[in-house]
C-alpha cells in the first residue's frame, strides 16, 4: 500500500511539472495571413508578425529597457541577429557583417555567408520593394553584396547614409536557406515564390517555426530547436476570431492571452479589470484627412487652410480616438528625428475659416463629397465631426463609403479628392525617408502635393550623413508643408496593447508595431 502511494504521489507530481512546462501562449488577432514569401509579402500585419517570428536578418533593433523598466525595441539603435557584430568603414561605403558562428537553419544546414548571398540575389534577383528599398539606401544590386568567407559579408554602399539599417531590420530581408528553396526554383518560377508564399518549413532562420496553419481559424507557432536567441515559451496559437467583441470576450473570460486590436471603447473597462493588463504607447503613426492637391476646389491652398482651421482636432481625438492618441501637429510624426511642433498654426477656428474661403473665391461655400473605407469604425464616426464642422463654415458634405479594398485601391492610384487616410507608419525612423513616401513618391502622396523645392530637398538629405545639414532642411520642409496644408493634420493614434496580468515580457517596437511573442511568458511558469 505504501509503495502504491508513493507511485500515485510521483505520477501527480510528474503531472504536475508537465502542466507547469506546457509554455504555450495563445493570442487573439483579427485575421489570417496571406502570402508568406518574406521578399513580396503583402500588406496585411498578420503575415507581416508571422514572417517575423519565423525569419531572422542581419541586424535588428535593440532591445533595452526604458527609464519606466518597459521593454522597448530602439527604433533608432541597431545589433546583430544573424550577423554577431558589424562595422562600417571610415567613408563609409562598405558596411561588413561577421556572422555568429555555428548557428543553423531549422532543418540543421548551415547559416552562413553563403545563405546570405543567396538572399540577397533573390531580393534584387525579383526586384519588387524590398529590392527598391534596399537601392535606396544605396546598395544597387546583387553584387554589392560579397562574400568575403563561410563567416563575413561586405555590403558595398554607392552613397554613404543613414538609411541602410534602418531598412534592413524587416522581414523583407529574412535569410534563406538556399539548400531548401533552390529546388523549388523553376524556369516558369525563378525564385520559388509559388513554393515559398506558403511555405516555411527548413528555412525558418528566426525564433519559430510555422508548426501547423488551419486557414481561417488559427495559425501554430512551435520554438526553433536551432535558434540562437531568447525564446521564452514553446508554443504560440494564433486563434483567428474576426470579430472584435468576440476577442474582448476570449480575453475577459481568459480563453486566451492577449487580444489584438480591441477598440478604444472598450479600454476604459478593462484598464479597472485586475486580470487585464492594458499597455499604451504613442505610435509614429500619422491619421490625417487628405486633399487632392490636383482636383478642384482643393488645388487652392486657401481652400486646404480653410478646412485646416474648421476642423475639431481636440473633439475627434476625445469621440473617435476614446482620447487615445495625440494631435499631428506635423508631417513628421512626434518619435520621429527632427520632428517639430513650433510651426504648426491650426486649430478650430470658424470664423478664420470663412475669411479664408471667401479670400479663396467660395464666400458662399461649396458642395463636396468625402470618402472613407465602409470597414473602420474611425473613418465613419470621423467622417460625421467633419461633416459636421464644415457645415458650419458653408461646405456640403456629403459623405460616400466604399468597400476597403476599393477605397484602398483608389486612394494608392490617388484618385480620391478628399478622403480619410488613416495610420500610415514608415518601419524606418528616419524623417527624410518618411517624407519621400508621404510627400513625393508616386505610390504612396496620396494627395498629389507637389512643391519642386521640397521635392529636391528630399532628395538632397535622403541620403546625406551631415546631420546639421539634415535637420535645418527637415524644419524648413515641415513649415512649408505645414503652410502649404495637403493634409489636414488629424492625429497619432495609440497603440493599446491587451493582455491578461500574468503576462510578462512585452517588447514595444515601435518602428513596426509587430508583436515578437518570443519574449512573453506568464508569471507562474
Request: proline share 5%.
Amino acid at each position: 500500500m505504501k509503495l502504491k502511494l508513493i507511485s500515485i504521489l510521483f505520477l501527480l507530481v510528474w503531472i504536475g511539472l508537465g502542466l507547469a512546462q506546457d509554455k504555450t501562449l495563445i493570442i487573439a488577432i483579427p485575421s489570417d495571413m496571406q502570402n508568406l514569401d518574406p521578399t513580396l509579402s503583402g500588406g496585411d500585419v498578420t503575415t507581416q508578425e508571422v514572417l517575423t517570428s519565423v525569419y531572422s536578418y542581419l541586424i535588428d533593433f535593440k532591445r533595452e529597457q526604458d527609464a519606466d523598466g518597459q521593454w522597448i525595441g530602439n527604433a533608432d539603435s541597431f545589433v546583430g541577429d544573424v550577423a554577431e557584430s558589424f562595422e562600417t568603414s571610415a567613408d563609409g561605403s562598405k558596411v561588413t557583417f561577421h556572422l555568429r558562428p555555428g548557428i543553423k537553419f531549422s532543418n540543421g544546414d548551415p547559416i552562413d555567408a553563403n545563405a546570405v548571398k543567396f538572399t540577397y540575389d533573390r531580393i534584387f534577383g525579383q526586384a519588387g520593394i524590398t529590392a527598391f528599398l534596399t537601392g535606396m539606401a544605396a546598395v544597387k544590386d546583387g553584387n554589392s553584396v560579397q562574400v568575403i568567407d563561410d563567416a563575413t559579408v561586405e555590403f558595398t554602399l554607392d552613397t554613404p547614409n543613414t538609411l541602410l539599417f534602418g531598412n534592413m531590420a524587416q522581414f523583407g530581408h529574412s535569410i534563406l536557406n538556399p539548400n531548401v528553396v533552390k529546388p523549388h526554383m523553376t524556369d516558369a518560377d525563378p525564385w520559388a515564390h509559388e513554393w515559398l508564399q506558403n511555405n516555411t518549413e527548413g528555412t525558418e532562420s528566426g525564433p519559430y517555426v510555422l508548426a501547423s496553419w488551419d486557414r481561417g481559424n488559427e495559425i501554430v507557432l512551435e520554438r526553433n530547436p536551432n535558434y540562437w536567441g531568447t525564446v521564452e515559451n514553446d508554443k504560440v496559437i494564433l486563434k483567428i476570431i474576426p470579430d472584435a467583441s468576440a476577442r474582448l470576450a476570449q480575453l475577459q473570460a481568459g480563453a486566451v492571452d492577449m487580444a489584438i486590436d480591441i477598440p478604444t471603447k472598450d479600454i476604459a473597462s478593462l484598464e479597472t479589470n485586475p486580470d487585464i493588463a492594458v499597455k499604451r504607447f504613442t505610435t509614429r503613426a500619422v491619421g490625417y484627412l487628405g486633399m487632392n492637391n490636383e482636383i478642384a476646389p482643393f488645388d487652392n491652398v486657401k481652400v486646404r487652410q480653410a478646412i485646416s482651421y474648421a476642423i475639431p482636432y481636440d473633439v475627434i481625438i476625445d469621440n473617435v480616438l476614446n482620447g487615445y492618441g495625440i494631435q499631428l501637429t506635423s508631417p513628421i510624426p512626434q518619435g520621429t528625428p527632427y520632428h517639430t511642433d513650433e510651426y504648426f498654426q491650426y486649430s478650430q477656428d470658424p470664423e478664420k475659416a470663412k475669411a479664408l474661403l471667401a479670400e479663396a473665391g467660395f464666400p458662399d461655400g461649396f458642395d463636396t463629397t468625402f470618402t472613407i473605407p465602409n470597414d473602420s469604425a474611425e473613418a465613419k464616426e470621423g467622417a460625421v465631426w467633419v461633416q459636421s464642422a464644415l457645415k458650419d463654415i458653408g461646405i456640403n458634405v456629403s459623405i460616400e463609403e466604399m468597400p476597403g479594398a476599393a477605397f484602398t485601391e483608389k486612394m494608392q492610384k490617388r484618385e480620391h479628392a478628399f478622403f480619410w487616410a488613416n495610420q500610415w507608419i514608415s518601419i524606418n525612423n528616419d524623417p527624410f525617408y518618411h517624407m519621400f513616401w508621404l510627400l513625393k513618391a508616386d505610390c504612396c502622396d496620396y494627395t498629389k502635393y507637389k512643391n519642386d523645392h521640397i521635392w529636391e530637398l528630399i532628395d538632397q538629405y535622403t541620403l546625406s550623413t551631415d546631420l546639421v545639414a539634415r535637420e535645418a532642411a527637415a524644419k524648413e520642409i515641415q513649415q512649408t508643408v505645414i503652410d502649404e496644408a495637403p493634409w489636414v493634420f488629424l492625429f497619432q493614434p495609440d497603440a493599446i496593447i491587451t493582455m491578461r496580468s500574468n503576462v510578462e515580457g512585452y517588447t514595444w517596437y515601435s518602428a513596426d508595431r509587430y508583436l515578437r511573442p518570443q519574449y512573453l511568458k506568464l508569471s507562474d511558469w
